[in-house]
């Protein structure tokens, strides 16, 4: 019984220290995002979010907000990461939360992510914009 103990225990560790999502994969994740957003490539921006995001509202209907947020904050001028927390997702997942101040054109955003590990590949769970206010 204690032979399985000691190798049970090391196997344990790494599983949880594997599934922790890698804060700088997790930046790049989301910096790509806001750029396919801010490129009007919407039909790819799926590929970035979790299935749960994705099976929320249709692509039309998020296409259509990535469209009316670009024509009231204008172009990405510049983006950077001002916040990251790790945490827990509703099902026990762990996670990333990451919080971007972008400049645009004509406005500020503060957007707030959540970033996942879902089968191997990190996916965005949460994605929230807001108007910075000085």
């Known amino acids: 019984m204690k032979k399985w103990f000691v190798p049970f225990i090391i196997i344990a560790i790494c599983i ?15 910096e790509l995002l806001i750029q396919k957003i801010d490129s009007g490539k919407y039909s790819e ?6 299935e749960e995001f994705n099976n929320s509202e249709s692509l039309d ?3 259509e907000k990535y469209k009316e947020l670009k024509d009231a904050n204008g172009d ?11 945490s827990t997702d509703p099902d026990d997942r762990p996670t990333l939360e990451l919080i971007y101040k972008v400049k645009h054109t004509k406005l500020t955003s503060l957007e707030a992510f959540t970033v996942v590990s879902q089968n191997g590949d990190l996916k965005v769970e949460s994605h929230d914009i807001k108007q910075n206010t000085p």
């Open 16 to 30: 949880l220290s594997c599934s922790k999502v890698e804060p700088n994969k997790a930046k790049a994740l989301v």
């Open 45 to 50: 921006t799926p590929n970035y979010y979790s």
């Open 61 to 63: 209907a998020r296409a």
């Open 76 to 86: 990405v001028q510049s983006m950077q990461c001002i916040s990251e927390k790790a």
